[in-house]
């Protein structure tokens, strides 16, 4: 059963500590992708990977940090320096090479930070 | 240049009724405007997707139309049913791009 798992669907942590969210895909795709959601709110784009050991901050990097050791595997850390981590987090991949860039998403990580 | 406008924000209609979403972008180097439905909860899924060599596209009760001068497109939902109620996003890319830039989404509600 292919696809991106998220894991856990729901995450509590109190504030000042470093969360880490899962995101692992078995499609074979190169990129991956991190986003933010808020309430009644668009996607913005945390971090993107295009190759192992390799990644970009996107357009809210700010207290946020990621690694990518595997193909299938890109982890985001949200560290105590980010202001309001409360939020829907989404990880998404893409096919490889060439156009157009489909993107397909996992079901998402609710984080609470009390 | 990079953004895409979307609107409305939310809509609201009857079962039946055809709701129409409108997005619209600066560059013309965008060749590729997928559509996403994200339903409470989940992650976005992609729904329909269009290239700029077509007018329009359809796939089931979903069409976009696509206005290369105007640089605007549109989701169209025919015969809406309280099953479509999400959030709608749309996007562009262009040939090459690392990432899709993406619609602050529309919250459509499809009453019974």
């Known amino acids: 059963d292919g696809g991106i798992t998220q894991s856990p669907k729901y995450l509590f942590r109190k504030e000042g500590q470093n969360v880490t969210l899962s995101c692992e895909q078995n499609?074979?795709?190169?990129?991956m992708y991190w986003y933010r959601q808020d309430p009644g709110q668009g996607l913005r784009l945390i971090y993107y990977s295009q190759i192992v050991n390799d990644f970009q901050k996107g357009d809210i990097a700010e207290g946020y940090s990621v690694s990518r050791e595997k193909k299938e595997s890109f982890p985001l850390t949200v560290t105590s320096a980010q202001k309001n981590p409360t939020a829907f987090y989404l990880c998404?991949?893409?096919?490889?090479?060439?156009?157009?860039?489909?993107?397909?998403f996992g079901p998402g990580t609710r984080l609470t930070v009390t | 240049q990079q953004q895409v406008k979307q609107s409305p924000q939310s809509l609201i209609v009857q079962k039946g009724g055809i709701p129409i979403i409108n997005c619209a972008y600066e560059n013309t180097a965008f060749d590729y405007f997928p559509w996403y439905q994200q339903f409470p909860g989940k992650g976005p899924a992609l729904l329909i997707a269009?290239?700029?060599?077509?007018s329009e596209k359809k796939e089931g009760r979903f069409t976009i139309s696509f206005n290369k001068s105007a640089k605007q497109f549109s989701l169209h939902i025919m015969d809406s049913q309280p099953g479509d109620s999400a959030t709608y996003f749309c996007a562009a890319s262009m040939e090459g791009a690392q990432k899709l830039v993406f619609g602050q989404g529309t919250r459509l509600t499809i009453n019974p």
């Open positions: 499609l074979n795709h190169d990129a």
């Open positions: 998404a991949s893409t096919g490889n090479a060439g156009s157009p860039l489909k993107q397909y």
């Open positions: 269009i290239r700029p060599d077509v």
